[in-house]
């Protein structure tokens, strides 16, 4: 069964269409405010979107086209929901916090019982089972959310940033974990992290203004991104243009010249992808063939690993601290950056 989604919601210019198999795992990127949990809320009932249609399989979530009116109450529409905090009922036990689902759907206790220890056991927080949400760390907590939302045998697992409350020892281990129990599962995964993205989703979904700008393969997009955000995720340097045979030609005439991969064709829209590594600074411009030199200003200087990284509006470089320290470089300065062309990918936008 394959999941389809339509929705529009005029007063947050929210449009969406997607399609999600069987048992893959999409992740979603964007900014804040992009429309990530809005997308969440639709799908999982919370939010009543203007227009639109959604089902899994010949099942309707919902269908408001046309001169339809079908909306599918969130408890039946077989979507689980994992949020950033576990929100367990405080007053039942982590087993039968797992049971409540299978209880909620007519299981008999018993059965429901039996089936929120397989789950337990299967995230690994067997041990926790007589627990109240109270005894339990981050870490324990969220696994006993992962444990509940499986027993409840969703057709779709949408996950909002499960990790984003969990401190650094215990993410991983969530991470780990939700690795093995996506296998073969239908799920949607909100993310501000590029390393959920590459462990956990098969395919990555950038909205921005409540529009989808960029969508393919995890690695694709990351290694050949299109759009400013995922070139950002990616510690990637992106600039805009029209795909010419040197390069691209931004819309303010810069030449940047780089070499095209095979999609790349001349007149098109384009984009000019390098990393910040690839960037050297001068205080003057360079001559030579083939380079770049840009000329920017300089809007902050950060430690990066042991690296200065130098920010310059959208542009980033990466120098060492004995060169910022010899350029005599601060916020407000202009400066050239510098790149060779061979550093430089051409894509299609």
């Known amino acids: 069964m394959t999941f389809h989604l339509h929705a529009t ?12 198999g069987p048992s893959e795992t999409i992740a979603i990127l ?33 269908d408001l086209t046309a001169d339809r009116n ?6 039946t529409r077989g979507a689980a929901l994992l949020a950033q905090e576990a929100l367990l009922f405080p007053h039942l036990s982590a087993l039968d ?10 299981a008999s206790r018993a059965e429901a019982r039996e089936k929120a220890t397989h789950w337990l056991t299967e995230t690994g927080a067997q041990s926790l089972a007589s627990r109240r ?30 990790m ?24 949607i995964i909100i993310t501000h992290d590029i390393l959920d993205a590459l462990m956990l989703a098969d395919r990555v979904i950038v909205l921005e203004g409540g529009r989808i700008t960029e969508e393919g393969p995890t690695r694709e ?18 600039m805009t243009g029209t795909v010419t045979l040197a390069g691209i030609t931004t819309a303010q005439g810069q030449v940047v010249a780089g070499h095209h991969d095979d999609t790349a064709v001349h007149g098109q829209d384009g984009v000019a992808v390098f990393p910040p590594s690839a960037v050297s600074v001068f205080l003057s411009e360079e001559h030579g063939s083939p380079r770049n030199s840009f000329p920017v ?52 936008a």
Do not use: C, Y
């Open 133 to 162: 949400p109270g005894q339990l760390s981050g870490g324990q907590a969220q696994r006993v959310a992962v444990a509940r939302a499986l027993a409840a045998d969703p057709e779709l697992l949408l996950l909002d940033e499960p």
């Open 297 to 348: 200003t300089i809007t902050d200087l950060e430690p990066h690993g042991d690296q200065i990284r130098v920010r310059a509006g959208g542009l980033s470089a990466d120098i060492t601290p004995a060169a910022s320290a010899d350029l005599g470089l601060a916020p407000g300065m202009t400066v050239h950056f510098v790149i060779k062309a061979t550093a430089i990918a051409i894509h299609p």
């Open 9 to 20: 919601l005029a007063a947050r210019g929210f449009e969406v269409s997607l399609t999600l």
């Open 97 to 106: 916090n797992v049971a409540f689902g299978p209880r909620s759907a007519g």
């Open 70 to 75: 079908i909306w599918t109450a969130p408890h």
């Open 221 to 238: 997009v990351l290694e050949k991104p299109r759009s400013r955000f995922a070139a950002g995720l990616a510690g990637l340097n992106l």
């Open 164 to 187: 984003a409350a969990l401190d650094i020892h215990a993410a991983p281990l969530l991470r780990r974990l939700l690795k093995r129990v996506l296998a073969n599962r239908r799920a």
């Open 30 to 62: 964007g900014p804040n405010g992009a429309g990530k949990s809005t997308l969440l809320d639709i799908i999982s009932g919370l939010l009543r979107p203007d227009a639109g249609k959604a089902t899994i399989g010949d099942k309707v979530l919902f």
